[in-house]
């Protein structure tokens, strides 16, 4: 055996103790709903039920901010304003989801609908394109259109 093999085995041997005691991380516990998500998502919801869709995304946008660590709350808000019409919010929600949660094949159908109600066809194509391309994607693509 060589001498760097030797050494090299030596220092496996000699830190292997260390790097086994080393303990895992913990899960980091998600942060607690602050008062106000809570009440923007309850206001939302009260008025989704009630047929206020512009109202509902509105609050939903808010909760979506109010609770930073929430991806759900923010594809919410996105999926209530497209059901409203109101492409501001919808774009909002979505800048929201895509800060707190990887690119998902939800998330880039409310991508390609948007560019298609603000009349970017192209960019709407490519989209819709790419969503038919994954399996199962072509869902999404009815779901966009």
Do not use: F, N
């Not at 060589?2 to 830190?15: E, F, G, N």
């Not at 923007?40 to 109010?66: D, K, M, N, P, V």
């Not at 409310?110 to 969503?131: F, K, P, Q, V, Y």
């Amino acid at each position: 055996m060589s001498k760097a093999r030797a050494l090299a085995a030596i220092l496996c041997l000699a830190t292997w103790p260390a790097l086994a005691a080393t303990p895992a991380e913990e899960p980091t516990a998600p942060e607690p709903t602050a008062p106000a998500a809570l009440e923007a998502t309850l206001a939302g919801e009260y008025a989704l039920q009630g047929g206020q869709l512009q109202e509902a995304a509105s609050w939903y946008l808010r909760a979506a901010q109010a609770a930073p660590g929430d991806p759900a709350l923010a594809e919410r808000a996105a999926r209530i304003a497209l059901l409203a019409g109101d492409d501001g919010i919808a774009a909002a929600a979505l800048d929201l989801w895509r800060q707190r949660a990887p690119r998902t094949l939800p998330m880039r159908a409310i991508e390609a609908s948007l560019a298609l109600r603000r009349g970017e066809e192209a960019r709407a194509t490519r989209l819709a394109i790419a969503l038919a391309r994954v399996p199962d994607g072509w869902r999404h693509v009815l779901t966009a259109i």
